[in-house]
C-alpha cells in the first residue's frame, strides 16, 4: 500500500472519530511512525510501506481515534522552538502558552540578572523556553507532583530543549510557593484554571491531563487565591495564565495583593487569557522590590 493511500485512509478514518486536523493528525502518526520529518512524508507519497510498517502505524491509529493525545503517542510535544518529552504525567504544553513565554521575555530583557519561578511547572516548558532567550537569569520550576518534576528534569536534560550550558535550571517539588523567602524578579503560572463543569465538557483528550493539572474549584480560581498572597511577599511582577472569562476576575484578585498595575494580554485567537500585574508602572523599577 502506497503512502499516500495510506494517508488519506488514515485521515478518512479520523475524520470519522470527529479529530479536530485529521489530515495533520494522520501526518503526525505516520510520520513518527516511519522515523521520519512530517514534511518528508510529501516527498515519498508513492513509496510502498512495508507489512512491519503497516504494523508498527495500526495501534498508533487505534490509540489516536480513541482520543488518546497524539502527543502522548509520539512521545513529544514542540513548544517555542523546543522539541519537550511528553508523558500522561503533566500538562501537555498549548500553543496558547508560548504567548506567556513571549510576553515574559520581553519583561525579561529589561531586567537585570535575578531569579525567576515557575509555579506548577509540569513539563517544564516555560522556564526552559525562557531560559533559551534569556540564559543568564537563574530559573525556579515548582511543582506538587514529583512526576511531573522528573519529566522536567528528563527535558532539562534533552538536547532538544536543555537550558545553555551555564544557564543555573533547579526543579524543586512544592506546593505553590509554600515555604519561599527569596526575592523574584518574576514570577510566572500556568496554574489549574478549569471548573468541574469545563472538565466535563473538554474535549476527551484533555481528559488525559492529570485533573491535578486542571481543577481550579468552583470559579476556577480556587488555586490563584492561594497564590497570591504568596506571590505577593516575594516578587513585584506576576505573569499568569488563566481561562477567557477569568481575566478580570483574576486581574481583580491581583490588585487586591498590591499588584496595582495590570494588564490582560490576548491569546492566539484574540481572546483575553493572560493578566500581567506589577507593583509598579515600570517593570525596571520593579526589579528593586524587596
Known amino acids: 500500500m ?4 495510506v494517508l488519506e485512509a488514515t485521515t478518512a478514518h479520523f475524520t470519522k472519530h470527529g479529530l479536530s486536523s485529521p489530515r495533520l493528525q494522520a501526518e503526525l502518526l505516520i510520520a513518527h511512525a516511519l522515523n521520519l520529518p512530517r514534511l518528508a512524508l510529501y516527498l515519498q507519497f508513492e513509496r510502498e510501506l512495508t ?3 503497516l504494523e508498527a502505524l495500526r495501534p498508533l491509529v487505534r490509540r489516536r481515534a480513541s482520543r488518546e493525545p497524539v502527543q502522548h503517542i509520539t512521545g513529544t510535544t514542540s513548544f517555542s522552538g523546543l522539541t519537550l518529552q511528553c508523558t500522561p ?3 501537555i504544553p498549548r500553543p496558547e502558552t508560548e504567548l ?5 521575555s520581553q519583561l525579561l530583557k529589561n531586567l537585570p540578572p535575578g531569579l525567576v519561578i515557575d509555579v506548577g511547572t509540569g513539563t517544564g516548558a516555560i522556564p526552559l523556553a525562557l531560559a533559551r532567550k534569556h540564559p ?3 530559573y525556579i520550576g515548582l511543582d506538587i507532583s514529583p512526576e511531573a518534576l522528573l519529566l522536567a528534569q528528563e527535558n532539562s536534560s534533552r538536547t532538544s530543549s536543555a537550558p545553555p550550558e551555564g544557564t543555573k535550571m533547579e526543579w524543586k517539588q512544592s506546593d505553590l510557593l509554600h515555604g519561599f523567602t527569596e526575592t523574584a ?3 510566572t503560572a500556568n496554574l489549574p484554571y478549569l471548573t468541574s463543569d469545563e472538565i466535563a465538557a473538554a474535549e476527551p483528550e484533555v481528559r488525559h491531563d492529570p485533573l491535578l493539572a486542571l481543577d481550579g474549584g468552583k470559579d476556577g480560581l480556587d488555586i490563584f487565591r492561594r497564590f497570591l498572597p504568596q506571590a505577593a511577599k516575594i516578587s513585584p511582577t506576576l505573569l499568569l495564565e488563566c481561562n477567557a472569562h477569568q481575566t478580570s476576575a483574576l486581574a481583580a484578585l491581583a490588585q487586591q495583593f498590591g499588584y496595582s498595575f495590570t494588564t490582560i494580554h490576548s491569546d492566539l485567537t484574540s481572546r483575553p487569557r493572560f493578566v500581567e500585574a506589577r507593583r509598579d508602572s515600570d517593570p525596571c523599577l520593579s526589579a528593586s522590590f524587596a
Request: proline letters at 5%; zero cysteines.
Open 2 to 5: 502506497k503512502l499516500l493511500a
Open 185 to 187: 524578579l518574576l514570577i
Open 136 to 138: 543568564l537569569h537563574h
Open 100 to 104: 506567556l513565554v513571549e510576553h515574559a
Open 51 to 53: 507489512p512491519s510498517e
Open 89 to 91: 504525567a503533566a500538562l
